[in-house]
């Protein structure tokens, strides 16, 4: 079955630090990996995808198939950047996708 | 343009009542895709719509259900609640054409209490 696994609920950095947040998964096949992020009261949105390799508000992830990984990194986090962070794969189902999500990582970034 | 609209924003339901919530996409949008967000269990699919057919469905019994009208506006329908079926209940719409999974873009979501 397709999964998507977020090991850390909670991530505490301060500001000028860098930051991680891990995401691993299982698909059988080519998958289609994205990072959605909320913001405090604000919309669940994009903020990258695997196939456009682009850094987005200094965010980069890269595919790491042999280790079934998808890892959000910045090397200098910002206070603006606490939010909600979702990592999500694309699931092919009886010919049609869908979005899976991970349960989600808060970062609280500190002064 | 306007955003995913969904209504009603917030809700309260006793058990056994059922609830219908309606979500406009973007317009254009033909995609309409429905997730439960709860803190435990983050956000799971419960169904996916394209131009009124249902195309993916799931993990979800048969008390939510949902359909797609003409003009891509959505709704989804929850008979006899459950105090489980508390969580905040996101709409998503896409711009896709056929297959593949397009940026999607969410709306405010309906909280859903049930007492």
């Known amino acids: 079955a397709q999964r998507v696994t977020q090991p850390e609920k909670l991530l505490s950095v301060f500001k000028g630090a860098p930051v991680e947040l891990k995401c691993n998964y299982s698909y059988s096949g080519s998958p289609e990996l994205f990072w959605y992020v909320q913001y405090s009261r604000q919309r669940l949105q994009l903020l990258l995808r695997h196939i456009s390799r682009e850094s987005i508000k200094g965010f980069t992830a890269d595919l790491n198939k042999g280790e079934t990984s998808f890892h959000l990194k910045k090397p200098f986090a910002q206070e603006e950047d606490s939010a909600m962070y979702y990592c999500a794969l694309t699931s092919t189902q009886g010919g049609s996708e869908k979005l899976v999500f991970g349960k989600g990582t808060k970062l609280t970034v500190n002064p | 343009k306007a955003g995913v609209t969904q209504t009603p924003r917030y809700l309260i339901k006793t058990r056994g009542q059922q609830v219908t919530l309606s979500c406009s996409p973007i317009?254009?949008?033909?995609?309409v895709s429905w997730y439960q967000q709860t803190p435990g269990q983050g956000l799971q699919f419960l169904f996916e719509?394209?131009?009124?057919?249902?195309?993916n469905k799931g993990n979800f019994p048969g008390r939510f259900s949902g359909r797609q009208f003409s003009n891509s506006r959505s709704e989804m329908n929850v008979s006899t609640l459950e105090l489980g079926d508390s969580a905040l209940y996101l709409c998503?719409?896409?711009?896709?054409?056929?297959?593949?999974?397009?940026?999607?873009?969410f709306g405010e979501g309906s909280r859903l209490t049930v007492l």
């Open positions: 998503a719409s896409s711009l896709e054409v056929s297959g593949g999974t397009g940026e999607l873009f």
């Open positions: 719509y394209f131009s009124e057919t249902q195309r």
């Open positions: 317009s254009g949008h033909r995609s």
